[in-house]
């Protein structure tokens, strides 16, 4: 496995040039996303991603509309921490987008079994009923016991 002892810069400088100027892109992104998070008040710096820096404009990726607005009430003070930076010389405004994170579906709950006295009740309350609808309802729920 002689692919595994070499390194990151080796296999970059004999592949494409393509892929060397992504890799270096995507360095200058995440040297850029650090210096932008120490800019940053201490309750935004996990929730705000650097997009991209382009013509003075920040694009930033916000989890949703309280972070976005935060973001936009601090703008005044993390712009001019911003431009001490070479990469943010001319930086001027940000752009914010809200893009939520992941919910994951929740699992469906299972209902748990009744007892044998719930579901004699039941069944009991079936008999007196009047409306058929509700009868046959009843007594469903009645067969839903745990044996």
Known sequence: MPDRDRKLG????????TLESLFHRALQLD????????CLPAQLRDKVTLS????GVIRVTVPDAATANQLRMNQHTS????RK????????QFKIR?????VKAKA?????PISQ???ELLRQEAQLCDDPELKKALEALSTHTAD
């Open 52 to 55: 991209s820096v382009k013509d």
């Open 31 to 38: 040297k850029q996303q650090q210096i932008f998070s120490q």
């Open 108 to 112: 469906k709950r299972k209902a748990k």
């Open 79 to 82: 712009l001019p921490e911003l």
């Open 85 to 92: 930076h070479k990469d943010f010389d001319f930086a001027y």
């Open 10 to 17: 080796d296999i970059l400088s004999s592949s494409s040039p």
């Open 117 to 119: 006295k719930n579901a």
């Open 98 to 102: 809200v893009e939520p994170m992941e």
